[in-house]
């Protein structure tokens, strides 16, 4: 089953936004691991390969749901929500403000569910978070690199611990297990980075 949404263009490798990057506008849940490309008018755009015939996920109408201050469309929150429905972990989206867009995102199921989205902001900031099955079998410092620890973060409700990167800013939560969540951050100061991660929304399903 595939059932893809659209929110913007790719990323590179685990959780390290490339700012060379440019969008492509695709963004995907895969049962299989496949790479299917989303509508670029926004709206959810459910396909059926192998004969199964998937259901999309409407939008909750219930004032007040976690998913409703996602970034930034509805087509977005659909993602969330869809992946949220999918996952047995936590999924996880970023509340931004103005100057923020999705750039790129995808989720897949196989091997314990993986969800990777990237976020483009002012001035060339990036954001990207890897949920699920971060490593995938990778030695932990090759999935979830560091150059420094700084201090304990927090992820959404979640504790962390905050790193440095050679260009940027880290922050894991369980690094190395399955499952664990990892944002990375391009362009921010250390208090902005803090903030947009202490923010993280819990996604209900």
């Known amino acids: 089953m595939i059932v893809a949404a659209c929110v913007g263009g790719p990323s590179s490798g685990p959780g390290t936004p490339d700012p060379a990057t440019s969008p492509s506008g695709s963004a995907a849940a895969s049962s299989a ?3 299917p490309s989303g509508d670029p008018s926004g ?3 459910p396909t059926a390969s192998s004969g199964d015939t998937p259901t999309p996920i409407v939008p909750s ?3 007040g749901s976690p998913s409703d201050a996602c970034s930034e469309s509805d087509a977005n929150r659909v993602f969330f929500r869809q992946a949220a429905a999918s996952m047995a972990w936590s999924v996880y989206c970023a509340a ?3 100057g ?3 750039d790129a995102g995808s989720f ?3 091997n314990g569910g993986r969800l990777e989205i990237t976020y483009r902001g002012p001035d060339g900031a990036r954001l990207a978070l890897v949920e699920g099955n971060v490593c995938e079998g990778e030695d932990v410092e ?3 690199p560091r150059d420094a620890m700084i201090a304990p973060a927090t992820f959404g409700d979640r504790d962390g611990t905050l790193g440095r990167l050679a260009n ?8 190395g297990a399955n499952p664990s969540w990892r944002a990375t951050g391009l362009g921010l100061t250390e208090e902005a980075f803090r903030a947009i991660c202490a923010g993280l929304i819990a996604v209900e399903g």
């Open 43 to 45: 709206d959810p755009s």
């Open 142 to 144: 090759t999935c979830a």
């Open 108 to 110: 897949r199921l196989a």
């Open 96 to 98: 931004l403000g103005d």
């Open 33 to 35: 691991g496949e790479t």
């Open 168 to 175: 940027g800013l880290v922050l894991d939560v369980d690094r």
């Open 61 to 63: 109408s219930q004032p």
């Open 100 to 102: 923020w867009f999705v």
